[in-house]
């Protein structure tokens, strides 16, 4: 058994084609087969679930899969561990980040590459969900989520911020001019909100439940930005996070009043797989979590 061997693994479980896989590794498609199946000898067990096409993976196959995530990273830390003690610290981190927290999420990544220029990122928005389970199975490097409202299992969190709401309008809207909106008034209008699947949306759900009111969003989205889109296009009322803010700016006709009565707000963290010592770019990553902060006025 060979680090190859298991790259292959990983890049068949990323990609579920055998093909894609064998280009994403730079080998040729009976190459990675050929190595695969050496592996399958070599441990005694089947691991690919076989037909026509990729079909999944046998309960060995998950559990080595797990195994050789471990192992890869362990890989990659040797590697950055080693960058580290010659001053030369460097590595890609994959981030998974709840759609309401990606406008914010650029002051994060600045604040990492301003210390540490050698890392990078490659950002995907993902659900509270997906975030700890494709930790848990090494599909991703850290997320950005919500920490205090679902279980988060066991991991290591550094908080960055907390999430706050405001009810997003085009300045012809009835309660545009308001200092404060409270949530019971909110929703005595046409709103937009995060899709159910997302843990906003469930927070929001759960504010106007204590409110024994009940609101059927006139438009739904996975996505943040078409929420916003709605405002300024159709005059829809939405309820985001305030620091939506920060790609907005001061929008020419949109108001975003402090949503209130009940205040609401919810803690925003860096999540981690929870291992002793973390990797070098992911501590480096926390030490940065530990210091950051929004930009003023947004929080």
């Given at each position: 058994m060979d680090?190859r061997q298991l790259?292959?693994?990983v890049a068949l479980a990323?990609e579920?084609?055998f093909t894609?896989a064998?280009?994403?590794c730079s080998?040729?498609?009976?190459t990675?087969?050929g190595r695969?199946?050496?592996?399958e000898?070599e441990?005694g067990?089947?691991?690919v679930?076989r037909g026509q ?7 060995e196959g998950?559990?080595?899969?797990k195994w ?7 890989q ?9 003690m010659?001053g030369?610290?460097?590595?890609r981190?994959?981030?998974g ?6 406008p914010?999420?650029?002051v994060l990544t600045q604040?990492?590459?301003?210390r ?9 928005s993902?659900t509270s969900?997906?975030?700890l389970r494709?930790?848990?199975?090494f599909?991703?490097d ?8 679902e279980?988060v ?5 550094a908080?960055?911020?907390k999430e706050?709401?405001?009810l ?5 809207h ?6 404060t909106?409270s949530?019971?008034?909110?929703a ?9 699947n997302m843990?906003n ?16 969003p006139?438009?739904e ?6 929420l916003v889109s ?9 309820i985001?996070p305030?620091?939506?803010l920060?790609v907005m700016?001061a ?7 402090p ?23 992911l501590?480096s990553?926390?030490d940065v979590a530990g210091?950051?902060e ?5 929080i």
């Amino acid at each position: 058994m060979d680090i190859r061997q298991l790259q292959y693994l990983v890049a068949l479980a990323r990609e579920r084609h055998f093909t894609r896989a064998a280009e994403a590794c730079s080998v040729t498609q009976p190459t990675l087969s050929g190595r695969l199946r050496q592996l399958e000898q070599e441990l005694g067990v089947s691991i690919v679930k076989r037909g026509q096409r990729f079909e999944g993976f046998t309960p060995e196959g998950d559990r080595i899969l797990k195994w050789a995530h471990a192992i890869l990273e362990d890989q990659s830390s040797l590697i950055q561990d080693l960058a580290a003690m010659k001053g030369e610290l460097s590595g890609r981190v994959v981030l998974g980040v709840i759609p309401s927290a990606l406008p914010s999420i650029s002051v994060l990544t600045q604040a990492v590459r301003r210390r540490f220029p050698g890392i990078t990122f490659h950002i995907l928005s993902q659900t509270s969900r997906e975030i700890l389970r494709n930790i848990d199975d090494f599909s991703i490097d850290a997320g950005v989520s919500y920490i205090d409202n679902e279980p988060v299992g066991h991991v290591r969190v550094a908080p960055l911020y907390k999430e706050r709401y405001r009810l997003f309008m085009r300045d012809d809207h009835p309660l545009a001019q308001r200092e404060t909106v409270s949530w019971g008034e909110a929703a005595s209008h046409p709103l937009g909100l995060l899709t159910p699947n997302m843990q906003n949306r469930r927070i929001v759900d759960g504010v106007f439940e204590s409110l024994n009111r009940k609101v059927e969003p006139e438009v739904e989205s996975n996505s943040v930005i078409s929420l916003v889109s709605h405002v300024r296009i159709h005059g829809l009322a939405c309820i985001v996070p305030e620091h939506m803010l920060v790609v907005m700016g001061a929008a020419d006709g949109v108001r975003a009043v402090p949503l209130v009565e009940p205040f609401v707000e919810h803690a925003i963290g860096l999540i981690v797989y929870d291992r002793d010592p973390p990797p070098p770019v992911l501590a480096s990553l926390l030490d940065v979590a530990g210091e950051f902060e929004l930009p003023a006025g947004l929080i």
